[in-house]
């Protein structure tokens, strides 16, 4: 008989190693772990010769561990199949009265070439005559977080009905529904299309009770002659045969597994842009100490701005506010200082010139000079020249 040799940290505060059993063997495929904790109960389990008796074994890995005398390999990476399941099976691997089971389909609906197809179970239930998408899994621990409700995965549902119904009523499943003490919670219930009083209703949901959809739609009156399901969270059906199943790509397991949420996980699924802005608010530094400091606000000091004394304008002349060289004659402004300090000869000339220092030269007698006229041939540049000659490359 083997106890737990370690459930809980040590003495010194060294954590466990290894797992559960129950988990170890709900991950390599085995079972579920409720259905592992069965078995375990009924003695099938033993690790060598010795009985296991309590699922909170922990072992560091499967070596040596017997489920009905087979001993169990290392679990695989987890796989995931798409099945479209046909209505009159039974969603279990045996059924007491004979009728055929899932695994009965499986056998030739498994893709072909598969390398090492391995056990599969179902995630969740469909009715014996419920037909649509089935989810088939190799990991016990992925196909638990599938089915739990807290997982909010949602589940839609087409039903072809018989009797009145509006979509007001429809609506109104949005708000949860109680049935003979059993309460049901929000379904997103549209009306496809309508003939006569027969219809298609198109329902999501995220809980999946036992025979909810059936349930609720023949408490509003309805008959149900025939039950769909369409999607399974991001997986659809869409035109997958029925009878057939397909292998999700493994990227694709290991991002919706990421996303998945498990009990005591804060985010359910949220979309790509939220949990990105969710990731950004975790690792953007804690700003809020420094927005609730207080601010010292006191007077602001100004430098003093040194002044020099305005020149006196000239005798005769009022003196102008701000102008130090106002009323001085140009040369005297000219030489003044510029705000670069430099002073140029140009600028001293004309003021002089205008001062009536410097006189300029008489203006030239004789009509004004033109230029001589060019000899030869007109360019052809421009209309009416010549053919343009061809010069000295430069």
Known sequence: M??????????????????????????????????????????????????????????PNLRGVTVDGQPVKAPDPARLFAFHKPSGLITAERDPAGRPTIYTALRNALP????GTPRVMPVGRLDFNTEGLLMMTN????????????????RTYRARTFGDITQSQLEDLIEGITIEGIHYGKIDANMERSTGR????????????????????????????????????????????????VEIRQ?????????????????????????????????????RADERAPVARGPVERAPVARTPMASAPAGRPESKGKPYAGKPASARADAPRNDGSRTENARRNA??????????????GPPRSAPARSGPPRSGAPGKGPRRPGPRK
């Open 251 to 287: 990227v694709d397991v290991e991002r919706f597994r990421k996303g998945l949420k498990t009990p005591g996980s804060p985010d359910i699924q949220r979309p790509a842009p939220e949990q990105a802005r969710a990731r950004i608010q975790r690792t953007r530094p804690d700003r």
């Open 352 to 365: 002089r010139r205008r001062d009536g220092e410097l006189v300029d030269r008489p203006a030239r007698s």
């Open 139 to 154: 990991d016990g621990e992925l196909k638990r977080a599938m089915e739990l409700p807290s997982s909010g995965i949602p």
């Open 198 to 245: 027969n219809q298609w209703i198109e329902l999501t949901l995220t809980e999946g009770k036992n025979r909810e959809v059936r349930r609720v739609l023949e408490h509003l009156g309805l008959e149900v002659s025939r039950l769909l399901r369409t999607s399974y969270g991001p997986f659809q059906l869409l035109d997958l045969p029925r009878g057939a199943a």
């Open 112 to 115: 072909p070439g598969t390398p």
């Open 2 to 59: 083997v106890q737990p040799p370690r459930t809980s940290p040590a003495a010194d505060g060294a954590p466990r190693v290894g797992e559960r059993i129950a988990k170890l063997l709900a991950r390599a495929g085995v079972a579920s772990r409720r259905e592992v904790e069965r078995m375990i109960a009924e003695g099938r389990v033993r690790i060598g010769d010795e009985l296991v008796t309590t699922p909170a074994t922990v072992l």
